[in-house]
């Protein structure tokens, strides 16, 4: 029995002993399908060892481990360049996977539910994808998870209450992401958690509570999301372990609390970018493992802390873009470790502590921004030599730039722009050869630009403009092949352009303007520069024509060549350069057709013409340019009509197109510009009438429609362009009268000029209101009555011109007319005054009367002369009548009548009037003839 027995035990061991590794085999075996089939789904080229044909030691494979059993316990294919999804694989597989990690790569979709089944996982980061839409509330059931990353993806929606299950987590990290607002009451603390991260993400609402439960925190980064409200100060209490705070770009508001300091063990603060305010508390001498301190851009005032010196440890320093208006504490000069050193954009004032040399760990300076003063001192150059970046831009600094600068070997940036540094640029700054940006602008530095600078080979930026620089560009500037903006404006420059210049490869921006260049542009200048997109060479005296390659790229935004001696045509290539955007040709010697020198350039949104000599029409396209805010083409020789289509430019601000050649009539389109400011259209052949369409436009400050043969009425309607400030409607064939709504233009301030034209009626007293108005100008009319007194209100008046009218009666009585010139008033009839070459009103009134008298006189004297033959008449027929009833008693009665009747018209001291005599005529004839 004891023999059977035994074989029997022996026999069963044997059997579970040769079915233990099938066991094995198969789930290893289901393992290995289960991730060749996600394998399958995904863009994987670093996979390849992942086959069905070696299913039996997957153990083996790429980014695969496993335990002492043959089963995968960890994925880490972090970094592999993989793309898909997570949907395939199957999470059911794997019972024993205690880690999972891939990161870094391009895995999108969401997260799937599944992923709650791995209940062993403790470490999960699926960070730097880009997955979305929400984290699955199955990611509760991993209670054994000790870290956590699913940074920087595109997730979003709440974070699941479940994950509050996790009392086990150490390190959890949901960063960059779109999470937003949290249940915070459902989530409850970690006891055990030492690293969390929400940043960058879209969580609202104050400092989430269970942190300050999460006592063994010594990581928390809650930066770039919408957390409002101020700091707890539970926080500097609770969570003394913490190494790491970062809750910079938020909304946290109020004073930074003194408590900091129960923070004892932290290496980085980091409170950028939020509300903060009040003064930077003198605290740090009680944090002195402190190495990085972030606190710019906030709202501190008031004094940098002197016992910010106390951090020996301090590597970087930020404070810029506050409102701090102090000195530099000299205490700064004891941070020997600083490397990173920034208070740019605040109100420090005097100069640098001299203390601030011992910092020769200095990697990068910013200080620019501010009222610093005095001179940079050669000593500080000397021992910063390990700088890269030195930003002392927008100050008052003065003084020499040091030739110490040639020391600073390893510099990549010097902007030292915007400060009153005196002097010549150093030749030791030749030394500088990896500078990639150097910009020395705006400050008052004179000599040449040393030939030195053709060493700088990596330099891409370089601008000296606003300086008093003389001399000649460096004839190797060709070298600097990498240069990408050559920027030397407003100088004293002259003589030619180098050749070399055409060698710059990587040119961009060519900016010359305002210098004494002259002699003509190297004729390949732009067939080596692809890239050129921004050139000029404005205010210079260049002479000869545009290079033909000068687009070669085609790639033309900004052209400005005004303004030099420029002759022939434009360069074929510049009708291809569809991204113009601003072109200024004027005050050259241009020819060419223009309707050919210009193609399709829908960004066009300025472009000056004007003083050349371009021939040829506008066509059509011209109003293809929708975005076109400023249109000059001003004296050339342009002919043919204005293109209805200019009325498409519903962004044009100035349309001049003067001194031309223009026939027809202006176009009704023109009414729709409702955003234009300048029209002037003076000195063509333009005919027909104004068009009333003008009246819409309530924006127009200036308006010349001068010297053309423009007919018809002045429009009443334009007394709605109510911010006109310039009116020229003269010499032109307009007839009719002034209309009074002309007074309401209340804006007008510079011109009103209607002379040399046929325009009738009187002068509107409300022409009065133009109380603004500097120049009045109504000559050359057959403008007739008084002028109104009304215009005496116009106190700005300083030239006016009534001249060649028909204009009577006594001027206003203000100053400006009293005092203008006696040509102002010449050639009308009758005018009279207290003005230059005016007879006084009183003299006139005089000369009238007497010339009225005159008229009287010879009036009664005839008319006297009539009545005394009538009379005459009367009484001999009277007598006739009487005579033959009692002729003896009617002569006897009637000859002191007579006498009587003569007497009446004559004895008055010589004076009588035309009713006098007819008065006693009548009475005569009434006396001596009723009834005859």
Same mark, same amino acid.
């Given at each position: 029995?004891?023999?059977?027995?035994?074989?029997?035990?022996?026999?069963?061991?044997?059997?579970?002993?040769?079915?233990?590794?099938?066991?094995?085999?198969?789930?290893?075996?289901?393992?290995?399908?289960?991730?060749?089939?996600?394998?399958?789904?995904?863009?994987?080229?670093?996979? @390849?060892?992942?086959?069905?044909?070696?299913?039996?030691?997957?153990?083996?494979?790429?980014?695969?481990?496993?335990?002492?059993?043959?089963?995968?316990?960890?994925?880490?294919?972090?970094?592999?360049?993989?793309?898909?999804?997570?949907?395939?694989?199957?999470?059911?597989?794997?019972?024993?996977?205690?880690?999972?990690?891939?990161?870094?790569?391009?895995f999108?979709?969401?997260?799937?539910?599944?992923?709650?089944?791995?209940?062993?996982?403790?470490?999960?980061?699926?960070?730097?994808n $880009?997955?979305?839409?929400?984290?699955?509330?199955?990611?509760?059931?991993?209670?054994?998870?000790?870290?956590?990353?699913?940074?920087?993806?595109?997730?979003?929606?709440? $974070?699941?209450?479940?994950?509050?299950?996790?009392?086990?987590?150490?390190?959890?990290?949901?960063?960059?992401?779109?999470?937003?607002?949290?249940?915070?009451?459902?989530? +409850?603390?970690?006891?055990l958690?030492?690293?969390?991260?929400?940043?960058?993400?879209?969580?609202?609402?104050?400092?989430? &509570?269970?942190?300050?439960?999460?006592?063994?925190?010594?990581?928390?980064?809650?930066?770039?999301?919408?957390?409002?409200?101020?700091?707890? %100060?539970?926080?500097?209490?609770?969570?003394g372990?913490?190494?790491?705070?970062?809750?910079?770009?938020?909304?946290?508001?109020?004073?930074?609390?003194?408590?900091?300091?129960? /923070?004892?063990?932290?290496?980085?603060?980091?409170?950028?970018?939020?509300?903060? *305010?009040?003064?930077?508390?003198?605290i740090?001498?009680?944090?002195?493992?402190?190495?990085?301190?972030?606190?710019?851009?906030n709202?501190?005032?008031? =004094?940098?802390?002197?016992?910010?010196?106390?951090? =020996? @440890?301090?590597?970087?320093?930020?404070?810029?873009?506050?409102?701090?208006?102090?000195?530099?504490?000299?205490?700064?000069?004891?941070?020997?470790?600083?490397?990173?050193?920034?208070?740019?954009?605040?109100?420090?004032? %005097?100069?640098?502590?001299?203390?601030?040399?011992?910092?020769?760990?200095?990697?990068?300076?910013?200080?620019?921004?501010?009222?610093?003063?005095?001179?940079?001192?050669?000593?500080?150059?000397?021992?910063?030599?390990?700088?890269?970046?030195?930003?002392?831009?927008?100050?008052?600094?003065?003084?020499?730039?040091?030739? #110490?600068?040639?020391?600073?070997?390893?510099?990549?940036y010097?902007?030292?722009?915007?400060?009153?540094?005196?002097?010549?640029?150093?030749?030791?700054?030749?030394?500088?050869?990896?500078?990639?940006?150097?910009?020395?602008?705006?400050?008052?530095?004179?000599?040449?630009?040393?030939?030195?600078?053709?060493?700088?080979?990596?330099?891409?930026?370089?601008?000296?403009?606003?300086?008093?620089?003389?001399?000649?560009v460096?004839?190797?500037?060709?070298?600097?092949?990498?240069?990408?903006?050559?920027?030397?404006?407003?100088?004293?420059?002259?003589?030619?352009?180098? &050749?070399?210049?055409?060698?710059?490869?990587?040119?961009?921006?060519?900016?010359?303007f305002?210098?004494?260049?002259?002699?003509?542009?190297?004729?390949?200048?732009?067939?080596?520069?692809?890239?050129?997109?921004? $050139?000029?060479?404005? @205010?210079?005296?260049?002479?000869?024509?545009?290079p033909?390659?000068?687009?070669?790229?085609?790639?033309?935004?900004?052209?400005?060549?005004?303004?030099?001696?420029?002759?022939?045509?434009?360069?074929g290539?510049? =009708?291809?350069?569809?991204?113009?955007?601003?072109?200024?040709?004027?005050?050259?010697?241009?020819?060419?057709?223009?309707?050919?020198?210009?193609?399709?350039?829908?960004?066009?949104?300025?472009?000056?013409?004007?003083r050349?000599?371009?021939?040829?029409?506008? *066509?059509? =396209?011209?109003?293809?340019?929708?975005?076109?805010?400023?249109?000059?083409?001003?004296?050339?020789?342009?002919?043919?009509?204005?293109?209805?289509?200019?009325?498409?430019?519903?962004?044009?601000?100035?349309?001049?197109?003067?001194?031309? #050649?223009?026939?027809?009539?202006?176009?009704?389109?023109?009414?729709?510009?409702n955003?234009?400011?300048? /029209?002037?259209?003076?000195?063509?052949?333009?005919?027909?009438?104004?068009?009333?369409?003008?009246g819409?436009?309530?924006?127009?400050?200036?308006?010349?429609?001068?010297?053309?043969?423009?007919?018809?009425?002045?429009?009443?309607?334009?007394?709605?362009?109510e911010?006109?400030?310039?009116?020229?409607?003269?010499?032109?064939?307009? !007839?009719?009268?002034?209309?009074?709504?002309?007074?309401?233009?209340?804006?007008?301030r510079?011109?009103?000029d209607?002379?040399?034209?046929?325009?009738?009626?009187?002068?509107?007293?409300?022409?009065?209101?133009?109380?603004?108005?500097?120049?009045? @100008?109504?000559?050359?009319?057959?403008?007739?009555?008084?002028?109104?007194?009304?215009?005496?209100?116009?106190?700005?008046?300083?030239?006016?011109?009534?001249?060649?009218?028909?204009?009577?009666?006594?001027?206003? +009585?203000?100053? !400006?007319?009293?005092?203008?010139?006696?040509?102002?008033?010449?050639?009308?009839?009758?005018?009279?005054?207290?003005?230059?070459?005016?007879?006084?009103?009183?003299?006139?009134?005089? +000369?009238?009367?007497?010339?009225?008298?005159?008229?009287?006189?010879?009036?009664?004297?005839?008319?006297?002369?009539?009545?005394?033959?009538?009379?005459?008449i009367?009484?001999v027929?009277?007598?006739?009548?009487? !005579?033959?009833?009692n002729?003896?008693?009617?002569?006897?009665?009637?000859?002191?009548?007579?006498?009587?009747?003569?007497?009446?018209?004559?004895?008055?001291?010589?004076?009588?009037?035309?009713?006098?005599?007819?008065?006693?005529?009548?009475?005569?004839?009434?006396?001596y003839?009723?009834?005859?």
């Amino acid at each position: 029995m004891k023999t059977s027995h035994g074989a029997f035990i022996f026999l069963l061991h044997v059997l579970l002993f040769s079915l233990h590794p099938l066991k094995i085999t198969s789930s290893a075996r289901t393992e290995a399908a289960a991730l060749v089939k996600w394998k399958n789904s995904l863009s994987s080229p670093l996979l @390849n060892s992942w086959s069905l044909g070696n299913l039996r030691n997957p153990c083996i494979w790429t980014g695969i481990l496993c335990n002492n059993g043959g089963l995968v316990s960890e994925i880490n294919l972090s970094n592999a360049s993989l793309s898909g999804t997570l949907d395939q694989l199957d999470f059911i597989a794997f019972p024993n996977l205690t880690r999972l990690n891939l990161s870094f790569n391009n895995f999108s979709g969401s997260i799937p539910s599944s992923i709650g089944s791995v209940s062993n996982i403790y470490s999960l980061d699926l960070s730097n994808n $880009v997955l979305e839409d929400i984290i699955p509330v199955e990611i509760g059931n991993l209670t054994e998870l000790q870290y956590i990353s699913l940074y920087n993806n595109n997730l979003k929606g709440q $974070v699941p209450h479940q994950i509050g299950k996790l009392q086990k987590v150490q390190h959890m990290d949901f960063g960059s992401n779109y999470l937003m607002s949290p249940q915070w009451s459902q989530i +409850t603390s970690f006891p055990l958690l030492t690293h969390l991260s929400f940043g960058y993400n879209e969580i609202t609402s104050g400092f989430p &509570d269970f942190i300050l439960g999460c006592w063994n925190l010594t990581y928390l980064d809650l930066s770039q999301n919408h957390l409002n409200g101020p700091i707890p %100060e539970s926080l500097f209490v609770n969570l003394g372990k913490l190494e790491y705070l970062n809750l910079s770009t938020n909304s946290f508001l109020g004073p930074l609390s003194s408590n900091l300091t129960k /923070l004892s063990k932290l290496k980085n603060l980091r409170l950028a970018t939020n509300k903060h *305010s009040g003064l930077v508390p003198d605290i740090f001498n009680s944090m002195p493992n402190l190495e990085i301190l972030e606190l710019f851009n906030n709202s501190f005032q008031g =004094k940098i802390p002197s016992s910010l010196g106390q951090l =020996k @440890n301090l590597q970087k320093l930020d404070l810029r873009m506050n409102d701090l208006n102090s000195t530099i504490p000299s205490e700064l000069g004891w941070c020997t470790n600083l490397t990173y050193l920034s208070f740019a954009s605040n109100s420090l004032t %005097e100069s640098l502590p001299l203390s601030l040399s011992n910092l020769t760990k200095l990697r990068e300076l910013g200080l620019s921004d501010n009222n610093l003063s005095g001179d940079v001192s050669p000593y500080f150059i000397s021992n910063w030599t390990q700088l890269i970046s030195l930003q002392l831009q927008n100050n008052l600094f003065t003084g020499e730039i040091p030739s #110490e600068i040639g020391l600073l070997m390893d510099l990549k940036y010097l902007f030292l722009y915007n400060n009153t540094f005196s002097g010549s640029i150093p030749p030791e700054i030749g030394n500088l050869k990896n500078l990639m940006s150097m910009d020395l602008s705006r400050n008052r530095l004179s000599g040449i630009i040393p030939q030195t600078i053709k060493n700088l080979t990596n330099l891409q930026i370089l601008q000296l403009f606003s300086n008093s620089l003389t001399g000649t560009v460096p004839p190797k500037i060709g070298d600097l092949t990498l240069l990408e903006k050559l920027d030397v404006n407003t100088n004293q420059l002259s003589g030619q352009l180098p &050749d070399s210049i055409s060698n710059l490869s990587a040119l961009q921006t060519l900016f010359l303007f305002s210098n004494e260049f002259s002699g003509i542009i190297p004729n390949d200048l732009g067939k080596n520069s692809p890239k050129l997109a921004n $050139v000029s060479f404005s @205010n210079n005296s260049f002479t000869g024509e545009l290079p033909s390659g000068l687009c070669s790229g085609f790639l033309l935004n900004q052209f400005t060549v005004n303004n030099n001696s420029f002759t022939g045509r434009l360069p074929g290539c510049l =009708k291809n350069c569809s991204s113009l955007n601003r072109v200024r040709l004027e005050g050259n010697r241009f020819s060419g057709n223009i309707s050919e020198a210009f193609g399709v350039h829908p960004n066009l949104e300025f472009i000056s013409l004007s003083r050349n000599q371009f021939t040829g029409q506008l *066509s059509t =396209k011209w109003g293809q340019y929708e975005r076109l805010t400023n249109l000059q083409m001003d004296q050339n020789k342009i002919s043919g009509v204005i293109p209805a289509e200019i009325g498409n430019l519903t962004q044009l601000r100035v349309l001049n197109l003067d001194s031309n #050649e223009l026939i027809g009539e202006i176009p009704v389109g023109l009414g729709n510009l409702n955003e234009l400011l300048n /029209l002037n259209l003076s000195n063509n052949q333009l005919t027909g009438e104004i068009p009333r369409t003008i009246g819409r436009l309530t924006k127009l400050q200036y308006l010349d429609l001068s010297a053309n043969k423009i007919k018809g009425g002045i429009l009443e309607d334009l007394g709605n362009c109510e911010s006109l400030q310039f009116l020229n409607l003269s010499n032109n064939i307009l !007839s009719g009268n002034i209309p009074s709504e002309l007074g309401n233009l209340n804006g007008l301030r510079y011109l009103l000029d209607l002379s040399n034209n046929s325009l009738s009626g009187t002068i509107p007293p409300n022409l009065g209101k133009l109380t603004s108005l500097e120049n009045l @100008n109504l000559s050359h009319n057959k403008i007739s009555g008084r002028i109104p007194s009304a215009l005496s209100a116009m106190v700005s008046l300083r030239f006016m011109d009534f001249s060649f009218n028909y204009f009577s009666g006594p001027i206003p +009585t203000s100053d !400006s007319f009293r005092k203008a010139p006696a040509e102002a008033f010449i050639e009308n009839s009758g005018l009279c005054g207290n003005g230059n070459g005016l007879s006084p009103c009183d003299e006139v009134s005089s +000369t009238s009367r007497s010339q009225n008298n005159d008229r009287k006189l010879h009036i009664a004297v005839i008319v006297s002369v009539v009545s005394l033959i009538i009379l005459a008449i009367t009484i001999v027929g009277c007598f006739i009548f009487r !005579s033959k009833t009692n002729p003896i008693n009617d002569e006897t009665k009637t000859a002191p009548e007579f006498e009587n009747l003569e007497s009446l018209i004559w004895e008055r001291e010589g004076k009588f009037t035309i009713g006098d005599i007819v008065k006693a005529t009548e009475d005569f004839s009434a006396k001596y003839c009723i009834g005859s």
